[in-house]
């Protein structure tokens, strides 16, 4: 039997309930997961229906469960159920931690003269019948017995014990039990719900006691009524064969969901981009990632961490294919995805007023196409309604209007989920087919600009941009692709630039290490901004810059900056889970907001005037005439200095923003020498003034890094004052300058970090205990770090190796995501992640220079 052999309305509820955050399946036992025998004793769980069920009782978030009239002593030996498989018996009274309520001496006394009474009337009137003793209840069963007989018989028990005081009666199929306590299916399968945390549950029974648990089911619970028999459950299965199947199916469903199914590797998703958002593209050229009306809103496509119910955009053949190829159109943000007689062609486009996204989807060539338009705003929480209108699809249900344009194309909305779905099919033969996707408007109407002219504009704004880069010439297409990465990353609305493109990709797959990266942290973004004028493309600093010193309105003191803010400046949300997705290949949390946003991060003030730095020795080059230092720029420096002297002999997090005590981290005091000594430079070169105490500020810090960060026992730095551990991040006690490459100490703290936290292509942060479970990838920017630390001591063939293998995890189309396994050699984390390619672009720029 097949899951076929199910109707379509039971499937369609399975796979619905499947994707649940947390499920209860619970069965009734005879009649449902065993079939109906003469003697009860001889009753045993069919095979498959009880691997099923304990298939589902051992997946993550699932629970399962048998409710039974039987007593759970003989529940428990007929059924054999691990101990994952939740036991209740005697109609829900008994739990296999005890009963819902004490039977006491009173209640004690009335079972036995309940039993007495029952014993009564198999000696004087019907020895065929036979009573079965439970803890709390007498159940009098009848069948076999001829039925005019075994009908008289119950009727004797109705009449009699059946009526006394303080008896409770559950009648079933050719039994009757009477019980001293409350019995009630529908209670027990609540308390377990309660107990478990259940989000739904579904329910298989088939006896008339099991009526109770069906009445108790709604929202997404599903109740399965096995056989004929009239019932309040909303689905039906005829038999125990039945159920086996239903359960297997829905075990293999609610596995899927939460493995993630078949997610596309991280490295193969493409970003869209233009000045003011992201999306992101699956190698099938299905939209998996939008977020509206900003990177860090709600997604309206959350696909990349739900699968088809969190919503997605779908393009591709009428006749299964697999894709040929997909490529950004060379300089710019614009990305074809090509199968043998059909290409799509994605963009962002640009000029659209605030607060608005248009995607356009152009469809060509000479197969016909099938396209799925399946939008879940707000991570799919917002109940969606589409309207179908003659130039497109109306989204309701939001505050915020969506509409899909789509001149000609007839469309079919499935209203079967639990959201609608809909989808047409096209053909391009005749001439382009042009799908305009706009959020945050409601009109259907045509566009003034004609779609060609759109797609010219958007491809004109990151070629020309592009053309003006000086990019090293080492690997100079993906250099190009990287600094393009970087610059769709900026929000050129606000001047943030973000530090991924997503939220909750894992560290680890499985894993937990899931976080939000869809925010600005002062750190990141001065380094995106730093790498950029390093390019020669110095509007994103300015931009950024712009950006701080509005942030720096809002806060009464420099030092009380926070690490990260949202793309306009505010406060982060409070971190929160969204228990309705599964997680990109079942990682989970999905989280939205950073808890990061609380933490002491010291050495954030470094990179920002690092970057004022880099932005006034390209001015000076680009415009002797002009001031290179603005008196905004110099104020800002001046506001960083101020922040470290007040707490730089403070423990903090850390740049890797480890949930854990502060310590005194070496790279933090590094950073914070970095802010002093990069002060002083300015000053020198622009005839600005420097408090002498900056001077003697900068030594103490040095000398106390110095001091306190060696460790003789790891012949290293360490990564902070307290310990042995190493850490990636330390290496920049050279990098920067504070202490110099050729001395033995750097040597060796270049040795041991390779030796324990280079793996192959990849260099690990740190391996100590940080206070979270599991593990998680090496960093590419680590990677980055011990190439230039290569480069420094002199170990140029080192250098280059290493590079050519961070060239190589890149994926098809050039990005790079936050981490890499090298077992597995897969990318981890949020992606593409800013990080990743300002070392990647450092690295070939060292590298050119030789």
């Known amino acids: ?333 614009t990305v074809q995805t090509r199968w043998a007689s059909l290409q799509v062609t994605d963009y962002l486009e640009h000029g659209a007023p605030q607060g608005r996204t248009d995607l356009t989807r152009v469809i060509e060539g000479a197969a016909k196409a099938v396209v799925r338009f399946a939008p879940r705003p707000d991570f799919g929480n917002a109940r969606i309604s589409l309207q179908v209108e003659e130039d497109g699809i109306r989204v309701h249900g939001t505050n915020d209007p969506f509409v899909l344009r789509s001149p000609g194309v007839v469309w079919t909305v499935d209203e079967d989920g639990p959201q609608p779905t809909a989808h047409a099919e096209v053909d391009p033969s005749s001439g382009p087919i042009v799908l305009e996707l706009r959020c945050g408007s409601d009109d259907l109407g045509p566009h003034p600009v004609p779609e060609p002219q759109r797609r010219q504009e958007a491809e004109r704004y990151w070629r020309d941009w592009a053309e003006t880069l000086d990019l090293p010439p080492v690997k100079p297409d993906l250099m190009k692709r990287s600094a393009l990465t970087l610059r769709g990353l900026a929000h050129t609305d606000s001047g943030a630039i973000l530090a991924a493109a997503t939220t909750s990709l894992p560290e680890e797959m499985g894993g937990v290490r899931n976080w939000d990266y869809r925010y600005c942290w002062l750190r990141d973004a001065a380094m995106t901004a730093s790498a950029l004028v390093s390019l020669g493309s110095l509007g994103e600093a300015e931009g950024y810059l712009a950006w701080l010193h509005r942030v720096l309105e809002s806060v009464a003191h420099p030092e009380r900056l926070h690490p990260l803010y949202t793309i306009h400046g505010g406060a982060i949300p409070a971190e929160a889970v969204i228990d309705t997705l599964p997680g990109y290949a079942g990682s989970r949390p999905v989280r939205v907001g950073n808890a990061a946003d609380h933490q002491v991060q010291l050495d954030v003030f470094g990179p920002v005037v690092e970057l004022i730095a880099a932005l006034a020795a390209a001015r000076a080059k680009a415009n002797p005439e002009q001031e290179p230092l603005t008196a905004e720029d110099w104020e800002l420096v001046v506001a960083m200095v101020s922040a470290v002297e007040k707490r730089w002999r403070e423990p903090d997090n850390g740049i ?102 280079r793996s192959g292509a990849t260099v690990y942060r740190y391996h100590h205990d940080d206070g979270l479970p599991g593990g998680e990838g090496g960093f590419h920017l680590c990677a980055a770090w011990l190439v230039e630390a290569y480069l420094l001591v002199g170990r140029r063939g080192s250098a280059e190796a290493l590079f050519d293998q961070l060239v190589r995890s890149a994926g098809p189309t050039g990005l790079l995501s936050e981490e890499y396994d090298p077992v597995a050699e897969r990318a981890l984390g949020n992606h593409p992640q800013a990080y990743s390619h300002i070392g990647l672009l450092r690295c070939a720029q060292l590298l050119s220079a030789r």
């Open 656 to 757: 890797w923003e480890i949930r854990g005590n502060p310590r005194h981290h070496v790279y933090s005091k590094v950073m914070c020498w970095v802010t002093v000594d990069r002060a002083i430079t300015l000053a020198e070169l622009h005839g600005r003034k420097a408090a002498r105490e900056w001077l003697l500020l900068r030594n103490l810090i040095r000398e106390e890094v110095l001091r306190e960060g060696w460790n003789d026992t790891a012949k290293s730095y360490t990564a902070a004052y307290d310990g042995n551990d190493l850490d990636a991040a330390t290496l920049h006690i050279g990098l920067s300058g504070l202490l110099d490459p050729k001395d033995d100490r750097f040597k060796a703290t270049v040795l041991a970090t390779e030796t324990e936290l």
């Open 1 to 333: 039997m097949t899951a076929q052999d199910l109707s379509a309305e039971l499937r369609q509820a399975l796979l619905a309930v499947a994707r649940t955050p947390r499920l209860l399946v619970a069965c009734d036992y005879d009649g449902t997961l065993a079939p109906i025998v003469l003697r009860p004793e001889d009753a045993r769980p069919l095979p498959e229906a009880a691997r099923a069920l304990r298939s589902l009782a051992e997946l993550p978030n699932t629970t399962g469960a048998l409710i039974s009239g039987r007593a759970l002593r003989d529940l428990a030996t007929l059924s054999r159920m691990p101990a994952e498989v939740y036991l209740v018996g005697s109609h829900g009274s008994e739990f296999d931690v005890g009963f819902v309520n004490a039977i006491d001496d009173e209640s004690r006394a009335l079972l036995g003269r309940v039993a007495a009474e029952l014993e009564r009337i198999i000696r004087e009137e019907q020895p065929q019948a036979r009573i079965e003793r439970k803890p709390a209840s007498v159940a009098f069963h009848v069948r076999g017995i001829e039925e005019q007989a075994a009908e008289a018989a119950l009727n004797l028990v109705r009449e009699g014990a059946a009526a006394w005081d303080g008896v409770n009666v559950t009648e079933g199929k050719s039994v009757i039990e009477l019980s001293v306590i409350h019995t009630d299916k529908g209670e027990a399968l609540d308390i377990l719900r309660h107990q478990v945390g259940a989000t739904a549950a579904v329910f298989f029974g088939d006896d008339v006691t099991d009526e109770r648990a069906f009445v108790r089911l709604h929202g997404p619970d599903v109740g399965v009524k096995v056989g004929n028999a009239a019932t309040a459950a909303k689905f039906r299965v005829k038999d125990p064969a039945q159920v086996a199947t239903a359960l297997a199916f829905l075990s293999e469903e609610r596995k899927l969901w939460l493995s993630g199914g078949h997610a596309s590797p991280i490295e193969r998703l493409t970003m869209l981009a233009n000045p003011r958002t992201v999306a992101l593209l699956t190698p099938d050229a299905t939209v998996t990632w939008l977020c509206h009306p900003e990177p860090d809103s709600g997604a309206v496509f959350a696909h990349l961490l739900g699968g088809a119910e969190a919503g997605f955009f779908s393009v591709e053949p009428a006749r299964a294919a697999l894709p040929l190829s997909q490529r950004y159109v060379d300089g710019t943000m």
